[in-house]
Nanobody
Framework: QVQLVESGGGLVQPGGSLRLSCAPS????????MGWYRQAPGKERELVAT???????NYADSVKGRFTISRDNAKNTVYLQMNSLKPEDTAVYYC????????????????WGQGTLVTVSS
């Protein structure tokens, strides 16, 4: 029902910036929350930032002051502006969306994108 497509990853120098986007597609769904997670080599997936339609953006301590999550409500597209990137930010970044299908039987969903690789290296 719901597909998520991430884009914007790539190779960047330390101190540089990237902007990730996550665009949902499909029909008959309503998204409650969207956010970004990342998984570095040899590490477990971790929360980076989330944006709730009814709440305040939430960030991991490691990215506060450097990353900003934003949303285009009309498109349900979520962005992650990443500034002052560090080598330790290198990871595959995954978009996540949770919500409800708006046709019977009104199932909830928890969708993940395919991931986009961010590499911070000189």
């Amino acid at each position: 029902q719901v597909q998520l497509v991430e884009s914007g990853g790539g190779l960047v120098q330390p101190g540089g910036s990237l902007r990730l986007s996550c665009a949902p597609s499909g029909s008959f769904f309503s998204i409650s929350v969207m956010g970004w997670y990342r998984q570095a080599p040899g590490k477990e997936r971790e929360l980076v930032a989330t944006f709730s339609r009814n709440g305040i953006p939430n960030y991991a301590d490691s990215v506060k002051g450097r990353f900003t999550i934003s949303r285009d409500n009309a498109k349900n597209t979520v962005y992650l502006q990443m500034n002052s990137l560090k080598p330790e930010d290198t990871a595959v970044y995954y978009c996540n969306a949770a919500g409800t299908v708006t046709i019977m039987p009104y199932k909830t969903f928890d969708a993940w994108g395919q991931g986009t690789l961010v590499t911070v290296s000189s």
